[in-house]
């Protein structure tokens, strides 16, 4: 069964400090990555999105992913945070052939001072 | 930013009463989706169009919950008799549903069921 993983539930970083939000998914098909970012009382925004090519894709705001067919793993870097990046990150897997979409449980980010 | 819209934001009601939500989905984008987030931030598909033909539902939908994309309307979600365990964000996508199938969020309508 396909499923996305993401083996943190909270992690505190200082601002100014560099990020990784860890992201591993099990699908036996071509996956189509995403990140996602959810601010208090919002819906989803999308940060960035893999589908081929180059494995390190860059997104809005500093944000960048890494993908590694090897690892099954989808991570999300940021060289320096800010106060605003605080939010919960979610990583999705969507399948092919279909509509079907996987969410990993997402990552609660605090960025401290 | 998105362009979904949602409304309303935010929805307040009585065990057993109707809760409608409304979604504007990006446009062009033909394919629509709508997920409940519960407060554990685990998603739930509820049910999907293409135009306004469904594509795929689960039985939970079948049963209390009611949806619709009519053309040159907004698409929508109704619960026909609310229960506690409605509480959540209903969130509204669209999508080119072709390739990769990027889904773009509304910001959501947060049912309270008291």
């Known amino acids: 069964a396909q499923s996305v993983t993401q083996p943190d539930a909270r992690v505190t970083v200082s601002e100014g400090a560099s990020l990784q939000l860890r992201c591993k998914y099990s699908y036996s098909g071509t996956p189509y990555l995403f990140w996602y970012v959810q601010y208090p009382r919002q819906g989803l925004q999308l940060l960035l999105k893999y589908y081929s090519g180059d494995p390190v894709v860059q997104g809005v705001n500093g944000f960048e992913a890494e993908f590694s067919k090897s690892n099954s793993s989808f991570h999300l870097r940021k060289a320096s945070v800010h106060w605003s990046d605080s939010a919960v990150y979610f990583c999705?897997?969507?399948?092919?052939?279909?509509?079907?979409?996987?969410f990993g449980s997402g990552t609660r980010l605090l960025v401290s001072p | 930013n998105s362009k979904v819209i949602q409304t309303p934001r935010y929805l307040v009601k009585g065990q057993g009463q109707k809760a409608k939500m409304r979604c504007i989905p990006e446009k062009g984008h033909p394919v629509v989706f709508w997920y409940q987030q519960n407060k554990n931030n685990e998603f739930k598909f509820l049910i999907n169009f293409q135009n306004q033909e469904v594509l795929q539902q689960i039985d939970m939908t079948e049963k209390r919950f009611s949806a619709e994309c009519p053309s040159n309307s907004p698409c929508s979600l109704e619960i026909q008799s609310s229960e506690a365990g409605d509480s959540a964000l209903y969130l509204c996508a669209s999508s080119l549903g072709t390739g990769e199938n990027t889904l773009y969020f509304g910001a959501g309508t947060r049912l309270s069921v008291l």
């Open positions: 999705v897997l969507s399948l092919t052939g279909g509509y079907k979409v996987v």
